[in-house]
């Protein structure tokens, strides 16, 4: 059973930063041979994916976010990571990290991410 946690998300100033993080256990191989991403979802908006990193770290981004986000993973670890500078109140959103383009896996409860002006 995969499970996928995500944390780091919280309160902060427009201009501020976070840095979310995501672990995925119960994965075996899936983590390391498949290409993953941040998903976000905002209130009355559908998910749409805003970052994401094949396994030899190539990344893209959307335009939305584009030299604001930084996306890593530790293969290692199972775990991914979103840094997100120059933050704006349109980035709020529950974040969900899954694989990329599409979520595969079961969605993870998400990390609540609250921009204020």
């Known amino acids: 059973q995969v499970q996928v946690v995500e944390s780091g998300g919280g309160l902060v100033q427009a201009g501020g930063s976070l840095r979310l993080s995501c672990v995925v256990s119960?994965?075996?191989?899936?983590?390391?041979?498949?290409?993953m991403g941040w998903h976000r979802q905002a209130p009355g908006k559908q998910r749409e994916l805003v970052a994401s990193?094949?396994?030899?770290?190539?990344?893209n981004y959307a335009d939305s976010v584009k030299g604001r986000f930084t996306i890593s993973r530790d293969n290692a670890k199972n775990t991914m990571y979103l840094q997100m500078n120059s933050l704006k109140p349109e980035d709020t959103a529950v974040y969900y990290c899954n694989t990329a383009p599409y979520g595969y896996l079961n969605w993870g409860q998400g990390t609540q991410v609250t921009v204020s002006s």
């Open positions: 990193i094949t396994t030899g770290a190539i990344t």
């Open positions: 119960g994965s075996g191989s899936i983590f390391s041979i498949r290409a």
